[in-house]
């Protein structure tokens, strides 16, 4: 089963976002993943680079277990200046949709004084659910 999007009847339609999803499968945890590359360096500070990066480095490490974007059911997104991700919705929005595309699971965003590598501006978490092949459980 491909995960589906959760809507409660009556409740207004979130945007970028969804209030739950359901899916059966291989779960998918990853680490949080912060704006570095594949060799562990930053390459800017710019929040919303970093930002594409950490999303980058979730769908990796979904793709190494044999998922895409579309199989992801939750993200959490620590993040070090609110302000900053609040004044930018729309680079961010773009960033966000160049890698995961118009697949929006569960997501959670919280303010965070700092993450343990000093660079770091935002640290995301995923979780996948990879469906078994047809007519497997």
């Excluded at 969804?18 to 779960?27: I, P």
């Excluded at 890698?99 to 978490?125: D, K, N, Q």
């Amino acid at each position: 089963m491909t995960p589906q999007p959760l809507q409660p009847p009556g409740w207004a339609q979130p945007r970028g976002f969804a209030n739950g999803m359901a899916a059966r499968g291989t779960l998918v945890f990853t680490a949080g993943m912060i704006g570095w590359n594949a060799r562990q360096e930053f390459e800017t500070d710019d929040f919303v680079e970093q930002v594409r990066q950490a999303l980058c480095n979730v769908l990796a490490v979904v793709q190494a277990a044999g998922g895409e974007a579309r199989h992801l059911v939750r993200l959490t997104w620590f993040i070090t200046d609110r302000d900053a991700y609040l004044a930018n919705q729309q680079r961010l929005g773009a960033a966000y949709r160049e890698v995961l595309g118009r697949h929006y699971p569960a997501m959670s965003v919280i303010a965070v004084t700092a993450l343990m590598e000093s660079r770091a501006l935002v640290e995301i978490e995923g979780t996948a659910v990879i469906p078994a092949p047809d007519g497997q459980p």
